[in-house]
C-alpha cells in the first residue's frame, strides 16, 4: 500500500495548455520533493520543500512552480506546457536522513 | 559540482549468475542509499548505509560502504528474474543534498 500517492499516472496534453500534477503522502514527512526523470536516465532535482510555507528550486531549472499549503499536499504546475516537458514526474518525501519515499510517478507527454 | 558515478552502466547476465555494480565519488557522504527502480515505477529504497566499511545484507543483496565514505558495491548473489530493474546509488552529504548517480540497468534473463 502506497504511502506518497501521485496523480494522474499518465497524461497526454496539448501545447500550451496548463497542468498540475498532483502530490499526497500520508506519513507527516517535512521534506518533500519533485524530480524529473527520462526513461532509464537519471533523476533530476526540480523542486523541494522543507514544510509548509517553504519551497526551493532544485538544481535543474524547470518553468514549473510549486506550492506548500498543507504538510501533506505538494502539487506541482506548469503553467504552458511544451514538448520539450514530456517526462517522467517523481514526487518523493523524507524524514530525516532515512531515504526517499517515491510515488509511482506521473508520465508526461505533451503532443 | 559533486558527482556519483556507477558502472557498469549496462548489464545483462543470466539467471543464477552473480554481480558487483558500483558506486564512486571524490565527495565523503553522510550516508549513501541504494534504490531499485522498475520501468513505469517511482525508485524504491532498498538500503541506507551510515558507517564507513559498513557491509548489510538483504537476502541474496550484499551492500558495502567504502570505508572513506566515499563509494559502495552492491553485489547480487544467484541473480533471478525478478531482480531485473535499474539500480541508483544516493549519497547524502549535508541534512538537505542528495546526490544521484545515473543508474545500473540490469537485465536478468531466464
Known amino acids: 500500500e502506497a504511502d506518497i500517492y501521485q496523480t494522474p499516472r499518465y497524461l497526454v496534453i496539448g501545447t500550451g495548455k496548463k497542468i498540475t500534477l498532483e502530490c499526497s503522502q500520508t506519513m507527516g514527512h517535512d521534506k518533500m520533493y519533485w524530480y524529473q526523470q527520462d526513461p532509464g536516465m537519471e533523476l533530476h532535482l526540480i523542486h523541494y520543500s522543507y514544510g509548509v510555507n517553504s519551497t526551493e528550486k532544485g538544481d535543474l531549472s524547470s518553468e514549473s512552480t510549486v506550492s506548500r499549503i498543507r504538510t501533506e499536499h505538494f502539487p506541482l504546475t506548469l503553467e504552458s506546457a511544451r514538448p520539450s516537458h514530456t517526462s517522467q514526474y517523481l514526487c518523493?518525501?523524507?524524514?530525516?536522513?532515512?531515504?526517499?519515499?517515491f510515488g509511482s510517478g506521473t508520465r508526461l507527454t505533451v503532443v | 559540482t559533486q558527482l556519483l558515478e556507477q558502472s557498469p552502466q549496462f548489464l545483462s547476465i543470466q539467471e543464477g549468475e552473480n554481480l558487483t555494480v558500483y558506486c564512486n565519488s571524490s565527495?565523503?557522504?553522510?550516508?549513501l542509499q541504494w534504490y531499485r527502480q522498475e520501468p513505469g515505477e517511482g525508485p524504491v529504497l532498498l538500503v541506507t548505509?551510515?558507517?564507513?566499511?559498513e557491509v548489510k545484507k538483504l537476502k541474496r543483496l550484499t551492500f558495502q560502504f567504502g570505508d572513506a565514505r566515499k563509494d559502495s558495491s552492491l553485489h547480487i548473489t544467484a541473480a533471478q528474474p525478478g531482480d531485473t530493474g535499474l539500480y541508483l546509488c544516493?549519497?547524502?552529504?549535508?541534512?538537505?543534498?542528495?546526490?544521484f548517480g545515473p543508474g545500473t540497468s540490469l537485465s536478468v534473463i531466464p
Open positions: 565527495s565523503v557522504f553522510s550516508s
Open positions: 548505509v551510515v558507517t564507513g566499511g
Open positions: 518523493a518525501s523524507m524524514r530525516g536522513l532515512s531515504g526517499y519515499t
Open positions: 544516493a549519497g547524502q552529504t549535508s541534512y538537505d543534498k542528495v546526490i
